[in-house]
Each structure stands twice: as C-alpha cells, then as structure tokens.
C-alpha cells in the first residue's frame, strides 16, 4: 500500500453521532408507523436520494414525505423528525481532526441535504465559534452540492478529480458498508468502522 497522504471521512457516524432509530421512533409520535421501510442507513427511497443529491427543493421534499406516509404531516413534525436522527459531535474528535490536519489533507465526504447542512453549518458554529467545514477540512463534499451521493463510484471519482489526490494515497473512513463498496470500485483504501468504534480508537491503535 502506497503511504496514506490523505483522509476522507464520512461526517454521520465518523465525525458526529448519529441515530438513525431516532428520526423512525419520532415519525412514529406522530402516527407514521413504519417509516423504517423508507429509510435505513442501508437503503431509503427516492425522494431522500433526489433531496440528498439536491435536485429537489425543501417544500418537494417535505410534500414527498407527507405522500410517501400518507398523512398530513407539518413542516415543522418533518423537520423535528428529520432532524432527531443527529446527535452530538464530541470536542475530542474536534481536537482530533485538527491534531491529524498536522500529518494529513483531510477531506469530509456526506450524503447530506440543505436542511441538515445549514442546521449543522449554524450549530457548531454557535458551539465551537468556528465553521468546522472550512478550518478542519481541505475541502468538505457534500452531496447535495455536487448533485452525486455516495456509495455510487462515479461520485468518488469526481471527488478524486477535484481534490487531485491519488486514490491508492487516500484512505476512506466510512460506517456504512455500501459506501466503502463504492469507494473500492475508483481505488481508495478504507477503513470500514463498525462496532462501537470511532476515530480516537484508529488513533490509538495507530491507523490513522
């Protein structure tokens, strides 16, 4: 394996925390039943994978919604749900990103969407007193704004060619398995974290 000059890492799952149960138990206080076989971290429909891929507006994606579960459901009931699947984002990885800026270019790479990422934008502004996404990061993809999600090849390889870095020089941090499918399609190295595992354990164990 050629020497790792450069990370990419997930945000959900790596970087923050989150409980994907969370926003299914929320859709259910409101009487949506099994929004679980709409939405998993393994699979979701449609109207998610267009609002993640930013071809489809807010009010689109809330009206898909509204007719993916057949119940006229609020703006705001959409948004709390929606929004309850993010949990925290522990100071110590923080830290941590910016101690391995110091041996690395580090780039982030979401599946995420306007509602999530301007929420995220304004919050961790207000915690840290900083915009995480531009002082921790080379640069941070996110998959509403380059119109390609994750775990589809073709995405990795636009990233590749934007940031102009080498995939065998590249490892890929990710929490689910079809996106470090798609990752070893273009080349990347990758390390698939699983079990209760986070960054700060790869770094002691010397991974990263």
């Given at each position: 394996?050629?020497?790792?000059?450069?990370?990419?890492?997930?945000?959900?799952?790596?970087?923050?925390?989150?409980?994907y149960?969370?926003?299914?138990?929320?859709?259910?206080?409101?009487?949506?039943?099994?929004?679980?076989?709409?939405?998993?971290?393994?699979?979701?429909?449609?109207?998610?994978?267009?609002?993640?891929?930013?071809k489809?507006?807010?009010?689109?994606?809330?009206?898909?919604?509204?007719?993916?579960?057949g119940?006229?459901?609020?703006?705001?009931?959409?948004?709390?749900?929606?929004?309850?699947?993010?949990?925290?984002?522990?100071?110590?990885?923080?830290?941590?990103?910016?101690?391995?800026?110091?041996?690395?270019?580090?780039?982030?790479?979401?599946?995420?969407?306007?509602?999530?990422?301007?929420?995220?934008?304004?919050?961790y502004?207000?915690?840290?007193?900083?915009?995480?996404?531009?002082m921790?990061?080379?640069?941070?993809?996110f998959?509403?704004?380059?119109?390609?999600?994750?775990?589809?090849?073709?995405?990795?390889?636009?990233?590749?060619?934007?940031?102009?870095?080498?995939?065998?020089?590249?490892?890929?941090?990710?929490?689910?398995?079809?996106?470090?499918?798609?990752?070893?399609?273009?080349?990347?190295?990758?390390?698939?974290?699983?079990?209760?595992?986070?960054?700060?354990?790869?770094?002691?164990?010397?991974?990263?």
């Open positions: 394996m050629s020497k790792i000059k450069n990370l990419l890492l997930d945000l959900g799952g790596v970087v923050l925390n989150v409980d149960h969370k926003m299914v138990e929320t859709f259910k206080e409101y009487g949506v039943k099994d929004f679980d076989k709409h939405f998993t971290q393994a699979h979701q429909v449609e109207i998610i994978d267009k609002f993640e891929e930013g489809c507006t807010i009010e689109e994606f809330r009206n898909g919604i509204r007719s993916l579960v119940m006229n459901l609020t703006d705001e009931q959409i948004d709390n749900a929606w929004f309850s699947m993010i949990l925290d984002l522990p100071k110590e990885r923080i830290e941590l990103i910016g101690l391995l800026k110091l041996k690395y270019n580090i780039y982030l790479f979401s599946n995420t969407n306007e509602l999530h990422i301007e929420m995220l934008k304004k919050r502004q207000e915690q840290f007193g900083f915009d995480i996404f531009t921790l990061f080379n640069k941070a993809y998959s509403n704004e380059i119109k390609m999600r994750k775990p589809h090849p073709e995405a990795f390889q636009w990233l590749i060619d934007d940031a102009s870095i080498k995939p065998e020089e590249t490892l890929f941090i990710e929490d689910s398995p079809q996106h470090i499918e798609g990752a070893k399609k273009v080349g990347l190295n990758t390390y698939w974290l699983t079990g209760g595992e986070t960054i700060i354990d790869l770094y002691e164990k010397q991974v990263i």
